[in-house]
């Protein structure tokens, strides 16, 4: 009774189109356990033809479901419930009555809902909902993490019955050889289209729906991302490119399907965006940035690009076609935004209404409904409705020259708009690999400044989004070049008065929990306290323990970022080096991580006990990598405001010179 209260009260938010209010003092922070609540929606789009509005909802226990909204009377139609771990990681509407989920499981807030093959369909009254692939047709089959994947891939113009989806199995070595089906979306029967040319590979459809292109990486070769081509129902290889030289990554097709938007760095070294003949292997440059990569491509319905959106620092969106019907209302939709990342989610076929995403650093995600007509925005709904965003804390974007002079981004979000020093968190992020921090909301980081904290994050090398050499730099470097970059971005804001030297510490997840660590070890004098989260702390574990080595290409992956020399390893471990530890740390982590074992934490607890370091602990059993319970977010929240509270807060007993 009370989980279906708790989802009642959140679509009740759904069903209402409410503007923006401030409530409260805005002297009294916003409480804790608003930061430690997930998203309450994670999608919003319209119908073909706008009579419905389709969302993914999560209700106060994390259940996901999918729920269909009538655009007339805001009344709710449909609802398709996940159960425990169950996530909708993705719908389509396939037609105009009927909409299309995959659902995934969500084991740990730092990693994305896994993929699985379960694919389900219902009308926008909830008729006709069925199963309609994978293992939840058959009850009896219980989910079991085998990796078996079903992935949208295109819905067919001129068929309102059938979608293309591309379906590979994951539990084998290398996956399998990926399979484009037809899919009926009523009755579930499947025909295949046609079989990749290599294992694990991504299909890509032409707008006609047709089976053009496939792009895999190659664990033989390095994991070279390769592309083969489909002529006549036959591959042919187009190119290959080990990950050092680059890579071509297909974006869509052009209309009329002759060339193919391709997001490309081989001749560059930011990512940039080309037109690609895959007939004759000419490409000619449309758009590239000097500094960052290209973040994401607008592309219309009929397969033009519209623009691409790039983040430097702050989030920019450049428009390549600006007298596309598109761009001359998304382009009005950003002026009357300004200050928030803009980008829609649908449209309706005859382009009447749109949705819009927006979000910037102190607002979680809002959507709204856009009549392009008449150019009226109407809220929808707040994913997160508790945050206030009039009492959250810009967030500042920095350049600044490391020891070597290269240049790194750094993101300072402030406690309150005096000049400091403040007590400070140092938050490297998770990855490394490809990943970035951005210019966005950030519960972290909103929780800490609310609190009196200032917050420092670090694009170092290593990172993703700053092109391929950045990138590169970083390969073999965990714990040394990658983690003098965090050093230098720390003694810089030391140096321009936004910290106080004596009261820094340092807090990451993942990847972030062993550059936290690797910080408390390379630089005991300058963090007063780690706050390490699922982290990493013996490199050469990586490559026995987690999902990573699972697969070759996992194995070939840890070869290139991490290394193989066993000494080298060890003397880039934290584990190994705890001698030189000065600061208490707090290890956080989940007794289900399937990503980072525990065993790493209960190895860095057990050595600091032998070395009579002091520690607190925190493992949830049933959490994996990264708290998902509301619950034990809260209490995380709690415990890491009483650490840091004690050693860098204002009562903290701090050592002066």
Partial sequence: MTKDLSLHRSLTLFALIFACMNTGSAAEPIALAEFAKLPAYSNVKISPTGDYLAATVRNDDGESSLVVLDMEDNQITAIARGFGRDFITNFIWANDERVVAWVGRKFGSRDAPSATD????????????????????????????????????????????????????FSKANGSFTEALKLDIYSGRTRRVTRAPMRGAQLVADNDGAIRLSVGADPDNENAITIHRRDDKRWSLIGQYKSKEGSLTPVGFTPGNNYVYVLDDRETDTTSLYLYDPEKGHHDLLYGHGVVDIEDVEQAPDGKVIGVYTEPDYPDFEILDPEHEISLWLQAVQVALRGYRVTPTSATEDGRLAIIRADSDRLPARYYLLKTDTMQLSQIVSVLPGIDEQKMRPTDAYKLEVRDGTTVYAYLTQPDDTDGPFPM?????????????????????????SRGYAVLQINFRGSGGYGRSFLHEGYGKWGTLMQDD????????????????????????????????????????????????????????????????????????????????????????????????????????????????????????????????????????????????????????????????????????????
């Avoid at 058959?138 to 949208?152: G, K, T």
């Avoid at 295109?154 to 019955?161: A, G, I, M, S, V």
């Avoid at 490297?428 to 950030?442: K, L, N, Q, S």
């Avoid at 399937?594 to 049933?622: Q, S, T």
Wanted: aromatic letters at 10%.
């Fill in 118 to 169: 379960n694919v389900v369909a219902m009308n926008w009254d909830g008729s006709k909902k069925e199963w309609i692939y994978g293992r939840g047709k058959n009850e009896n089959l219980a989910y079991d993490r085998s990796y078996r994947v079903a992935q949208y891939l295109h819905r067919l113009p001129e068929d309102d019955e059938h979608i293309l989806i591309a379906v590979n199995d």
């Fill in 425 to 449: 968190v140092v938050m490297p992020h998770g990855g490394p690999h490809g990943v970035r921090d951005y210019w966005r909301y950030d519960p972290d980081v909103q929780m800490l400044a």
């Fill in 486 to 657: 965090v050093t230098d971005a720390t003694q810089w804001a030391i140096k321009q008065g936004l910290a106080d030297s004596k009261r820094v510490c340092i807090y990451g997840a993942s990847y972030g929990g062993y550059a936290a660590m690797m910080g408390g070890v390379r630089e005991p004098d300058l963090y007063k306290c780690v706050i390490a989260y699922v982290g990493v702390y013996d490199l050469e574990l990586m490559f026995e323990k987690g999902d990573i080595p699972r697969r070759e290409a996992g194995i070939v992956y840890l070869k290139q970022a991490v290394g193989t020399d066993k000494d080298d390893l060890r003397a880039r471990s934290p584990i190994h080096n705890l001698d030189k530890l000065k600061a208490p740390v707090f290890i956080v982590h989940g007794g289900e991580d399937f990503r980072v074992d525990v065993e790493h934490a209960y190895r860095l607890r057990d050595k600091l006990e032998e070395l009579g370091k002091p520690y607190e602990w925190m493992l949830k059993e049933k959490e994996a990598h990264g708290f998902y319970r509301p619950e034990n977010r809260l209490e995380l929240y709690e415990r890491m405001l009483a650490f840091l509270n004690t050693n860098i807060g204002p009562n903290s007993a701090v050592v002066t010179e």
